[in-house]
């Protein structure tokens, strides 16, 4: 319990900056909403000389930003990239500190196992992540309340809404497991960028296509946030796929830290 304490009061201050910098974005993208559906109609006739491949791989679809839902939907794809290099960030972080600040003889001196440390270190990020969406859901909730000019469906805003942090929990797993493979971390920033926009490059790559399999290859892309509107609720194949490689990648992050040499 002390060690969860001490991790969750050492992330206190990224913590608080990422969830203010995510709310602050979301802020401004909602507060452009009531000027952009003045000029709903001329962003439209844009649209349509896009070639329609280039359409799906920016998400921008013609017709869809008229209403708060859809408006959101495409707005949500940039706060989830935030939300993913917060999350890849921590978790790269979190262990690969007591490596690169030379404090991991000091730690296993302590009456803790290898497992009990990456137990308190994930509680603590899931926490932190827990806290930034909390505070993100109340704020979506109220800033389209404020700039709605019609009713929307509350349920699935607030859908879209709770799949950033199922998303920010696939790229925690991520960063946690390549804390423990890659033998010495300098830069916790590069690896978080380089990992994330990997990814979301390859999102975007298979939404040129109708092939669903090519999803699997983007976390980005198992959550989408038009599927969820436009096919009322998440596809549960997904959600398992999720799941499945959440666990996976803890579980192996679990085993590499065990067999890890943290003097090196």
């Not at 009990?116 to 909390?134: G, R």
């Amino acid at each position: 319990m002390n060690m969860f304490l001490y991790e969750l009061r050492a992330s206190r201050k990224s913590t608080i900056v990422w969830t203010i910098s995510l709310v602050s974005v979301l802020v401004l993208f909602m507060s452009l909403f009531p000027s952009f559906l003045k000029d709903v109609d001329e962003v439209n006739k844009l649209l349509e000389g896009f070639p329609e491949p280039v359409r799906k791989a920016l998400g921008l679809e013609i017709g869809s930003h008229g209403s708060l839902l859809g408006y959101y939907s495409y707005s949500f794809t940039y706060l989830a990239l935030a939300g993913a290099i917060q999350a890849m960030n921590l978790g790269t972080n979190i262990l690969s500190k007591e490596v690169r600040e030379k404090t991991a003889d000091f730690l296993l001196t302590k009456p803790v196992t290898r497992t009990q440390i990456v137990k308190a270190k994930l509680l603590a990020a899931v926490t932190s992540l827990l806290i930034t969406n909390l505070v993100f859901l109340g704020a979506a909730g109220l800033t389209a309340t404020m700039v709605k000019t019609e009713a929307y469906d509350a349920k699935v805003f607030y859908m879209i809404s709770i799949t950033l942090f199922f998303i920010q929990l696939i790229f925690l797993a991520f960063g946690l497991l390549a804390s423990v493979i890659i033998p010495r971390i300098k830069s916790v920033l590069a690896v978080s960028l380089g990992t994330v926009f990997a990814f979301f490059l390859i999102g975007m790559l298979a939404s040129t296509g109708e092939d669903e399999v090519k999803r699997l290859f983007s976390p980005f892309k198992y959550f989408e946030a038009k599927k969820v509107m436009y096919g009322g609720g998440l596809d549960g194949m997904f959600v398992g796929v999720s799941f499945a490689l959440i666990i996976g990648l803890i579980l192996l992050t679990f085993i590499g830290f065990k067999k890890r040499d943290l003097f090196v």
